[in-house]
C-alpha cells in the first residue's frame, strides 16, 4: 500500500519562506517522477512542478518558476519543495503525488496523470 505524508506546511507572511517535505512509501521511489499540486479554496487542484526520477530534470509553473525549487532524495524516499518570495496568491493545501512515468512528459500539469497522493499540508500566506 502506497503512502505519502506531506509535512512542512504552515503560517508565513508575503516574502517568506517554507520547506515542503513528502515521505512516500510503498512504492520504488526511483521508478517515478514525482510532481506537486495545490489547491486554493473553491478552485481547482493544479500542478506547480515536477521532477524526474534521478532529479536532473525538473518543470515549474510560471505562476512559481523563479521562487520554487523541487528536489528529490531517493535513498531516504522523500521529495522537497522549496518556496521562496511567498505571496497570498500561493495560500493553499499542498499536495505530493507519483507520476505515472518517470520522467515529467507534458501530461506533467494533469491530474489524472498521477496514480498516488498524499493527504497534503496547508499553506497560508499573509500580506
Known amino acids: 500500500q502506497v503512502h505519502m505524508v506531506e509535512s512542512g506546511g504552515g503560517s508565513v507572511q508575503s516574502g517568506g519562506s517554507l520547506r515542503l517535505s513528502c515521505k512516500v512509501s510503498g512504492l520504488t521511489f526511483e521508478d517515478y517522477a514525482m510532481g506537486w499540486f495545490r489547491q486554493a479554496p473553491g478552485k481547482e487542484r493544479e500542478a506547480v512542478s515536477c521532477?524526474?526520477?534521478?532529479?536532473?530534470?525538473?518543470t515549474y509553473a510560471d505562476s512559481v518558476k523563479g521562487r520554487f525549487t523541487i528536489s528529490r532524495d531517493n535513498p531516504e524516499n522523500t521529495l522537497y519543495l522549496q518556496m521562496d518570495s511567498l505571496n497570498p496568491e500561493d495560500t493553499g493545501m499542498y499536495f505530493c503525488?507519483?507520476?505515472?512515468?518517470?520522467?515529467?512528459?507534458?501530461?506533467?500539469?494533469?491530474?489524472?496523470?498521477?496514480?498516488?497522493w498524499g493527504q497534503g499540508t496547508q499553506v497560508t500566506v499573509s500580506s
Open positions: 521532477i524526474r526520477w534521478a532529479g536532473d530534470e525538473t
Open positions: 503525488a507519483a507520476f505515472q512515468l518517470s520522467y515529467c512528459s507534458k501530461l506533467w500539469i494533469r491530474r489524472s496523470a498521477y496514480s498516488s
